[in-house]
């Protein structure tokens, strides 16, 4: 479970305090997928920033698996981020001059991830099997962000954060990506927080949750 108590984040734009987030509190148990629809693109990515503790400037707690951030020290925190949270980033965030196949594999063997699937597996269910061995730099918007989410996946993390993981796809695209998405959460079990502008897509989670004048509300 993820608790999230009384979480507050503002920054000060002189003269002025300006608040992003106030009293949010929420629940998410083993396994949910939610979405949290997020209408405007400013500080979007702020929630996901600070439940993987990216952004520790806020008031408040966040707890994982029982696991309050304030105990840990720095190398402790990196410890848990890398053994328990994966991320889809909205800009993907791939290594450029590395292949399909090294992009996949480099996570898990950097963070000696257990495997939800083979390298050659999920390259299959994300149908880029052919496109294993081309550098990213050539690839399509379309193709870098299957293999976004196969990074995400290929390692057995509890908690996957997914920052507008349709962002630039028609809706016809915008729907085969959710459905993989669904089918691979289906497939780990993993718990999923995913940020979102678009309603439609945000449909396709188990609950969602709207942002609106700093708090979070159930839809």
Do not use: C
């Amino acid at each position: 479970m993820i608790q999230i108590n009384n979480l507050n984040k503002s920054f000060w734009e002189f003269p002025n305090q300006v608040d992003i987030l106030k009293d949010v509190n929420l629940k998410i148990e083993t396994w949910d997928f939610i979405a949290i629809i997020w209408p405007s693109w400013s500080w979007k990515s702020t929630l996901l920033n600070m439940i993987s503790w990216l952004d520790r400037d806020y008031r408040g707690e966040i707890i994982i698996w029982d696991q309050n951030i304030v105990s840990l020290n720095d190398d402790e925190l990196t410890f848990f981020r890398w053994k328990n949270i994966s991320y889809i980033f909205q800009n993907f965030k791939l290594i450029e001059n590395l292949t399909v196949w090294e992009n996949i594999d480099l996570i898990v063997e950097l963070n000696s991830l257990e495997r939800n699937f083979q390298t050659d597996e999920i390259l299959k269910l994300v149908w880029l099997y052919e496109k294993k061995d081309n550098y990213v730099f050539n690839l399509s918007w379309w193709e870098s962000q299957r293999v976004a989410i196969a990074r995400a996946f290929v390692g057995k993390t509890e908690l996957l954060l997914a920052d507008e993981p349709t962002w630039s796809l028609d809706q016809n695209n915008k729907k085969i990506i959710m459905d993989l998405i669904v089918e691979l959460h289906q497939k780990t079990q993993n718990t999923i927080i995913m940020i979102t502008h678009d309603f439609e897509v945000a449909k396709m989670a188990s609950k969602t949750y709207s942002f609106s004048n700093y708090w979070l509300v159930l839809e």
